[in-house]
């Protein structure tokens, strides 16, 4: 479960992956009013929220933590888009189409490696300082 002295969320992501950093900046800058806390998969915080579960199925998706558990891969949509402003209905669509959602996450996870090269440096940099001020 997320820390006593901060109870958002925690989303977790590999901090090696471009486009996995990439992502959790996009989601951050519609976090507005910051509802969610980042952290990678690999500090300490990460492996003491995984802690159940093994390194390579840690490390195979995003995961999201908050007072109802772990929720992993497709299925970290809902709840963290029910936090964002203006998300509740793809989080309310995420709910209703629990299997579209898992393969949909399933495709851009399995080829993460294919969409982080075509990201430039620079929109890593961005992506990097967005993480860094959260």
């Not at 309310?92 to 949909?104: I, N, S």
């Amino acid at each position: 479960m997320p820390d006593t002295a901060d109870p958002r969320p925690v989303v977790l992501y590999d901090h090696d992956c471009g486009f996995c950093r990439w992502s959790l900046a996009k989601l951050l800058a519609w976090d507005r009013r910051r509802a969610l806390r980042p952290a990678p998969i690999q500090s300490d915080q990460g492996r003491r929220l995984l802690a159940g579960m093994a390194e390579e199925e840690r490390l195979a998706s995003w995961h999201l933590v908050d007072s109802d558990g772990v929720h992993s891969g497709g299925a970290a949509f809902a709840p963290a888009l029910r936090r964002l402003p203006g998300g509740r209905p793809l989080a309310a669509l995420a709910e209703r189409l629990p299997g579209l959602t898992a393969r949909g996450y399933g495709v851009v996870a399995g080829n993460r490696s294919f969409f982080g090269r075509r990201l430039s440096d620079g929109a890593k940099r961005r992506a990097d300082r967005r993480i860094a001020a959260r």
